[in-house]
DNA sequence: TCATATAGTACCGTTTTAGTACTATATATT
DNA sequence: AATATATAGTACTAAAACGGTACTATATGA
């Protein structure tokens, strides 16, 4: 079924709450946890994650906590999603961490499986996380879908 | 990762096998498994389902086996990832079978993880079975990749 | 009638995922 | 300086999904 995991699932979720927040807010994974009632090691394992790299950032100890990272407007959801688990990759040879297949000099399946992925991960590459909040929260028009990458397209950008 | 199972991986690596060989041509799982070095009972299963779903031809008996379906030019590559693993589904609530989630009243995420989901779904929808045989074996360059979009996009075909 | 092929179902070992627990470290408050 | 409370990091366990196999039924040419 192709799918994220679900704790990649519950990072956008996560993360939607703090883009929610007025600027400068912040929050504990504790306070998270129980505002939203999720288990409190799940919500801290992401929120981790998410500081590692820059996306969120913390403050230790007593009064300490989670808040939005000073450059998360640079990520985007396909980074989001490899930070949680990893090469957006649809076979383990479209990897580029691992490429251990023995039958690739000859498989053929391989450019194709290539170029499937790449329109998969560069789709979601080019999708901000500012989109999490700045656009309409009810289900997306196609005209709206085909407005985005046509305007990705003509900005010159590539698949 | 985002990952295809591996018999959806293999399903494409057999049709290829079919793809490449003339008009007509048949052979029987265990011929083809034995040519390939595979285990049979998984090139048989998966020949099934490819069968199932009129991908491929089946003849029983003696000098029975597989072939080419009449219509096989009507399926694309997103069909076929259907076929095996079942609806291209980011998460469970993307998918039309399955929608059991609780919070999606007031999730918020789930109108971008739809347009996320139909990005991925309908790029692969788009790329013909054919494909895998008529295009270059080799990595395709950039511009192939951004010229079959913009084809894509001429034509009149929305995302 | 037999040999050989597909069709369908059910099972089990392995791997991956999801969730939890524990220890170390940092910092505001007292 | 001691304490309470937060994050940081690692390691472990139960549950679910996947991969692979085996078995029975059915069809067909020789």
Redesign the interface.
Known sequence: ????RKDT?LA??LL?HFLKQPKGFQTSAKSLSESLNLPYPTVSKILKVLNKNSVLESVQGSKGGYGLGAVYEEFS?GQL?EMI????????CT?STEQNCVSQAF???H??????N???RD??MA?PLS??VN??????K??E??A???QY?DEGN??
């Open positions: 079924m192709i799918q994220l699932d956008f979720f939607r959801v999603i688990e990893g090469p957006i990759a649809l076979t383990a990897s498989c053929g399946v450019p194709h499986m290539e170029l499937m790449r329109v998969i789709a979601l999708l989109y999490l656009k309409p929260q009810r289900y997306p196609k005209q879908v085909t985005f990458w046509k397209f590539r698949v």
